[in-house]
């Protein structure tokens, strides 16, 4: 089955510090990854998705992703964070069946 | 652009009652996915229906059902209710089911159950 792992949970940073949130995946064959945004109290929000091609994808505010497929990794970056950044951010796999199976999240926190 | 439409998006229900949750897919959407996250959790799939059939089941509770009906809209029916259902239900629609379609969340029901 598929499965996410996301490695931290909890990520403290100062705002314009460099941000990378790791996420690895389970599953060998063809993926289509995500990654979400929860701001507090809000519904997800896609901020970027992988699906074939460069596998370095740019997504809203400022975040990219690179899918590196030999460490089944798809690591979210942004260069510089600012306080409204903070958020929980989910990686998902899609699945099978169009669902998606997402890791366990991890809250970031931007100090002003 | 219209988005995901969720109701109520508050409840509050005791033990042992039941409560229904509405969903209404962004139009054209076909495909109606159900998620609930508990506090501090990672939504967790329970179930998700394309063109009006039950397409995948996850980790939907025996007590708790639901439908897709003509109009694409959908309906979570949770009855005998336990504390531990308490929780944020994310309805999300997309168009077909292919897994690298996107999917759109709605903004939640809080289901309170005390």
């Known amino acids: 089955a598929q499965s996410v792992s996301q490695h931290n949970h909890h990520v403290i940073l100062s705002e314009a510090a460099s941000l990378e949130l790791g996420c690895n995946y389970s599953?060998?064959?063809?993926?289509?990854l995500f990654w979400y945004v929860q701001y507090p109290g809000q519904h997800l929000q896609l901020l970027l998705k992988?699906?074939?091609?460069?596998?370095l994808v740019k997504g809203i505010k400022g975040f990219e992703a690179e899918f590196i497929k030999s460490k089944f990794s798809f690591n979210l970056r942004k260069p510089s964070v600012q306080w409204s950044d903070t958020a929980e951010y989910f990686c998902?796999?899609?699945?099978?069946?169009?669902?998606?199976?997402f890791g366990k999240g991890t809250k970031l926190s931007v100090k002003p | 652009a219209a988005g995901v439409i969720q109701s109520p998006r508050h409840l509050i229900k005791e033990k042992r009652e039941t409560a229904t949750l509405k969903c209404y897919p962004i139009?054209?959407?076909?495909?109606v996915y159900w998620y609930q996250q508990g506090p501090g959790q990672d939504p967790q799939f329970l179930i998700s229906?394309?063109?009006?059939?039950?397409?995948d089941k996850g980790s939907i509770p025996d007590r708790f059902s639901a439908q897709q009906f003509s109009d694409y809209h959908s309906e979570l029916n949770m009855s005998s209710l336990e504390l531990g259902d308490s929780a944020l239900y994310f309805c999300?629609?997309?168009?077909?089911?292919?897994?690298?379609?996107?999917?759109?969340f709605g903004e939640g029901s809080w289901l309170t159950v005390v």
């Open positions: 139009p054209r959407h076909d495909t």
């Open positions: 992988y699906f074939s091609g460069d596998p």
């Open positions: 599953y060998g064959g063809t993926v289509n």
């Open positions: 998902a796999v899609g699945g099978s069946q169009g669902n998606l199976i």
């Open positions: 229906f394309y063109e009006k059939m039950q397409s």
């Open positions: 999300a629609s997309s168009f077909g089911q292919n897994s690298g379609n996107t999917i759109y």
